[in-house]
């Protein structure tokens, strides 16, 4: 089982990005995905989690201006960041649950004037 996360890149605040983690060599259908991040010198943090019914939740600091989805025939969760603040500086993985947790390598998103 292999999560690929896309979509990091720079942005100047305010600004948005999405970031894509697509999962290969099994399907996470019927369980919980989710994105966590970690900044430099930072524990990692659970940003948000959908569902295999395609319920949501979100950390208070990411919700209204994040958004989480999935695509189950794609095998891909989203991740849409709008309102972009410096503090969203991390590096964003994307995991499945599936009894045991499953992790993708990180994407990098830099939030800076």
């Known amino acids: 089982v292999q999560l690929q996360a896309s979509g990091g890149g720079s942005v100047q605040p305010g600004g948005s990005l999405r970031l894509s983690c697509v999962a290969s060599g099994s399907s996470f259908r019927g369980n919980v995905m989710g994105w966590y991040r970690q900044a430099p010198g930072n524990e990692r943090e659970w940003v948000a989690t959908i569902t295999g019914a395609g319920a949501t939740n979100y950390a208070d600091s990411v919700k209204g201006r994040f958004t989480i989805s999935r695509n189950v025939a794609k095998n891909t969760v989203y991740l849409q960041m709008n309102s972009l603040k410096s503090e969203d500086t991390a590096v964003y993985y994307c995991?499945?649950?599936?009894?045991?947790?499953?992790w993708g390598k990180g994407t990098q998103v830099t939030v800076s004037s």
């Open positions: 995991a499945g649950n599936r009894g045991i947790m499953y």
